[in-house]
């Protein structure tokens, strides 16, 4: 049977594959969607919020909250086996599905606005060329105009 400490220390490493296979999600989001700073400082934000968790959630339901000096060594090697085993091909993979989520979504979001423009140019354009006409010079309004 294996010892505890060998099993928290694997459990570990396995939590620090995760933390990466997270990080490179957010790497393929930064690189599909290219969003604008704040955006950028947000999800490195949620990012740290995430790993934090998912770290102090480990720790406390495999060590009864006890922080021990191999547990960060297991976490640094699993993502150090992550990045250099699996990383390439899932980061493609990530990115493939975030640029086709985002293509699909601009395409529900061009149909859409589409529809919305098209009652916006018949609406609301002809009522702004009425009202531009009443306005011009010379050109009264109705009853100005029958009281001539």
């Known amino acids: ?13 396995v939590c620090g594959g995760g933390i990466s296979l997270m990080f490179d999600f957010f790497r393929a989001f930064r690189r599909a969607a290219k969003p604008c700073a ?40 699993g993502g150090v086996f992550y990045f250099l085993l699996l990383s390439k091909w899932i980061f493609k993979l990530f990115l493939f599905i975030i640029k086709n989520i985002l293509k699909f979504g601009g395409f529900i979001l061009k149909i859409l606005l589409t529809a919305s423009a098209f009652l916006y140019k018949i609406l609301i354009v002809p009522m702004r060329k009425c009202i531009k006409n009443k306005g011009r010079k010379g050109q009264g309004t109705y009853d100005e105009r029958i009281q001539e």
């Not at 049977?1 to 490493?13: G, K, P, S, Y």
């Not at 790993?51 to 021990?68: K, Q």
């Open 1 to 13: 049977m294996m010892n505890r400490e060998v099993l928290v220390f694997l459990a570990m490493t």
């Open 38 to 77: 704040v955006i950028v400082a947000l999800s490195d934000i949620l990012f740290c919020a995430a790993a934090l968790f998912a770290v102090t959630a480990c720790v406390w339901n495999l060590n009864s909250g006890i922080f021990r000096f191999y547990e960060p060594v297991g976490l640094i090697l």
